[in-house]
């Protein structure tokens, strides 16, 4: 099984916006292996540009620069019964050989424990 090399996380509010599309864009290529349904201008919407207060994509690599998957993570601030809270939502996408080694839940927990 091929191993994640490099991971490179991003901030899509801090990107420009031909930055911004060549992510969709790689990431997309990715997304289109794996599910089925979603169109390019609804996964950046829902994955990339969401709505949400805080958004972190992670991207990883393989050998020889290989993009091997994403993770998002999101966190939206809401009040619920007169109270603060976080509502997070994650969305992953990763080649099926680089599968298994768990790299992606490590930046899902990371993110969760950052989140107030």
Same mark, same amino acid.
């Given at each position: 099984?091929p191993?994640i090399i ?9 990107l420009?916006a ?36 805080? *958004? ?6 393989g050998e ?7 993770v ?6 809401? *009040?619920?019964r007169?109270?603060?809270?976080t509502?997070t ?8 050989r ?5 790299a992606?839940? *490590?930046?899902v ?5 950052? *989140?107030q």
């Amino acid at each position: 099984m091929p191993k994640i090399i490099r991971s490179e996380t991003y901030n899509p509010k801090d990107l420009s916006a031909a930055e911004l599309t060549a992510l969709i864009d790689q990431l997309y290529s990715v997304h289109q292996e794996i599910f089925a349904g979603v169109d390019r201008a609804e996964f950046a919407r829902y994955v990339v540009q969401s709505p949400a207060d805080k *958004t972190r994509v992670r991207v990883s690599y393989g050998e020889g620069g290989e993009l091997a998957g994403y993770v998002a993570v999101h966190a939206f601030r809401r *009040t619920f019964r007169g109270e603060q809270c976080t509502v997070t939502r994650a969305e992953a996408g990763l080649r099926r050989r680089y599968r298994g080694d768990g790299a992606m839940a *490590t930046f899902v927990l990371s993110q969760l424990l950052k *989140t107030q």
